[in-house]
């Protein structure tokens, strides 16, 4: 669904962590994404995957 590509500008929205976001969740399309960096998608993935619209995993970028 989505053609956006994550960058190195974008950040993890995890409190305190700050680093760069690898996966972006979108909720529903009239609120904000959320962006994550690999650890704590992988730590909110189990609980909202199956919630979200579209579900944009980079991971595979960290390892290029």
Known sequence: MSDWT??????CDERGCGARAYVRAI???ELADLLWCAHHG??????LRSKCVDWVDE?????T
């Open 42 to 47: 992988r730590k909110h993935e189990p609980a």
């Open 59 to 63: 991971t595979n970028a960290i390892l």
């Open 27 to 29: 909720v529903s399309l």
């Open 6 to 11: 994550l960058t190195a500008q974008d950040r």
